[in-house]
């Protein structure tokens, strides 16, 4: 067993150095690793710091709660998605697709192909310039409309709405208190209460 799953993992690191096209990425075996496919090159994705995946955990909950009482459409963590325009296939924290767009889910493969109504990505000090200027970039390209940049040590949620301009950030939510995402009209998202924190004030620092 041990030859053989040191055989994948040098296989696959082989593959990362290397160009390869989408279909031989998709003939890729599951992961760990894990990678995502940018342009016809792997980038590796780090195993995420434990406080990220509570956080996404977490904040999926009230997220999926709403979607599916409301009958809006479909959310999925890290769910594979082929942006077919760019050439690139990305795993978001958490994707959105609503009710009319749920054709864009693959049962068959179980990826999403196209373009989601939101992505959701939980930043880490190994991807948070990515995502802030490569995949951002991207998800504006493709047409993506809401994009939240959510950081899980400061506690903040960005929210971009795409405009005729680009990205607009339509919110920048600071900690310990509610989101009320523009997306999801009658839901409140409050990170602190989520993550079980209280959040110091300057009256408590006095």
Do not use: C
């Not at 994707?95 to 889910?105: E, T």
């Amino acid at each position: 067993m041990l030859t053989s799953t040191k055989s994948t993992t040098e296989k696959r690191a082989s593959q990362a150095r290397q160009r390869m096209t989408l279909e031989e990425y998709f003939a890729l075996p599951e992961g760990p690793p894990n990678y995502e496919f940018e342009e016809g090159e792997l980038v590796l994705m780090n195993p995420p710091h434990g406080r990220h995946q509570k956080l996404m955990m977490r904040l999926s909950h009230p997220l999926d709660d709403h979607v599916t009482r409301n009958h809006l459409g479909s959310l999925w963590p890290e769910i594979e998605v082929h942006l077919s325009e760019e050439g690139r296939v990305y795993i978001p924290d958490l994707v959105f697709l609503s009710a009319d767009h749920l054709d864009r889910y693959s049962d068959a493969d179980g990826r999403i192909h196209g373009v989601p109504d939101l992505v959701v990505e939980i930043l880490l000090p190994s991807t948070e310039r990515r995502d802030r200027t490569t995949k951002f970039r991207t998800y504006q390209q493709v047409g993506v409309p809401w994009y939240w940049l959510v950081d899980p040590d400061e506690l903040i949620i960005q929210e971009y709405k795409l405009t005729p301009d680009g990205y607009l950030l339509a919110q920048s939510i600071p900690p310990g208190e509610a989101f009320t995402p523009s997306l999801f009209l009658g839901l409140t998202i409050d990170l602190a209460a989520l993550m079980g924190e209280t959040v110091k004030t300057e009256e408590d620092s006095g």
